[in-house]
């Protein structure tokens, strides 16, 4: 996969943010997720690659678009006879769709995208996460006590527990968890939605997050992985199976293990991987978009595998043909 995509995915990424960020509080999630999907969707095509979308908005019958399985890039607009490097490409156009609904932050528009066969096609089921930076992913264990988990990051980071702080989702399933690390002394932030922000932010030094903890959306899970891979962070997670059913749909998408503890490099294993976001609402890393008559001004987060980079992007779209300012 060519690395010059990067840019091409930072568009798909800014327009789906631009897109919702403009229903901001309308109070309705469903249509900020609408928009996100469309914009993504009419960008996408425009990336010269030969797509296909593993994680998205569902199976066919239940999305109508950047559904599982479905086909996009310039080989499926407009062929030509011209190849196109074959993309896997998991989406989430509006990660946090009560965020953007009601103006909180940590609203994102994402992907990641790697070589075929390189992010995992995760079933929509829960999955238990905890993700940390660099310098703890060697000492947590999925499987260990919280207490057990929090002093080994503490430790790693020279600090006591007490100064950690851990994000966790705002949900009753949570309460046991949240109990627990109460006891530590560690201090939590919870929060309404998006533990995929919440993860990055984890992973990357001086945003005064330590570590994220919970039950979350697998898909959701595939992609902070990308992200942890670019980031040098770590991702534990095990798919929450507890029914028959679930468990045919892990097989349907061939996992058969279904006990198994992933890591970043076994829910992102491609070489190549490219990480894109947009900050919808303003953001520990991002700022939300911001509308100012002449133009849009948005902030990204754009990394890769190869070459190996990460880089903040601050763009305007001049909306006007008249003499537009730009502030620093
Ligand atoms: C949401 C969302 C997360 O998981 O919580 C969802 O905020 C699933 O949890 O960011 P609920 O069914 O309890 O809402 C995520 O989408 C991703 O893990």
Do not use: W
């Not at 959306?217 to 992609?223: F, Q, T």
């Not at 849009?296 to 006007?320: A, G, K």
């Amino acid at each position: 996969m060519d690395s010059d995509l990067s840019l091409d995915f930072l568009r798909v990424v800014e327009q789906a943010a631009i897109a919702c960020a403009q229903t901001m509080g309308q109070g309705d999630r469903h249509k900020s997720d609408q928009v996100a999907v469309e914009a993504m969707r009419r960008e996408m095509d425009s990336v010269p690659i030969d797509g296909t979308i593993v994680i998205g908005e569902g199976e066919r019958d239940e999305a109508p678009m950047l559904f599982i399985g479905e086909k996009v890039g310039m080989a499926h607009r407009a062929p030509n006879g011209r190849v196109f490097p074959q993309v896997d490409i998991a989406v989430d156009p509006l990660e946090g769709t009560n965020l953007c609904a009601t103006g909180a932050p940590n609203a994102i528009a994402v992907l990641a995208a790697s070589e075929h066969g390189g992010l995992l096609h995760a079933p929509d089921l829960y999955m238990e996460k905890l993700v940390v930076g660099p310098s703890s992913k060697d000492v947590v264990d999925l499987d260990a006590p919280v207490r057990f988990n929090l002093r080994a990051i503490a430790q790693a980071l020279g600090r006591r527990v007490e100064d950690l702080v851990v994000i966790v989702l705002d949900r009753p399933r949570h309460a046991q968890l949240v109990d627990e690390i109460r006891s530590t002394g560690a201090r939590i932030r919870l929060i309404g939605d998006g533990d995929l922000s919440a993860g990055i932010a984890a992973a990357v030094v001086g945003s005064g997050v330590h570590a994220v903890m919970g039950i979350g959306g697998a898909p959701e899970g595939v992609l902070t992985a990308a992200a942890m891979r670019c980031l040098n962070g770590e991702i534990l997670a095990r798919l929450v199976v507890s029914t028959p059913e679930h468990e045919e749909r892990c097989r349907a998408m061939g996992i058969t293990d279904v006990k198994r503890v992933y890591r970043a490099k076994d829910l992102a294993s491609g070489e190549r991987l490219i990480f894109a976001a947009t900050g919808v609402t303003d953001g520990a890393l991002m700022r939300g978009v911001r509308f100012f008559g002449d133009g849009t001004r948005t902030t990204s987060l754009i990394m890769q595998t190869h070459p190996h980079q990460i880089r903040f992007i601050d763009s305007i779209q001049v909306n006007t043909q008249k003499d537009v300012r730009i502030r620093f």
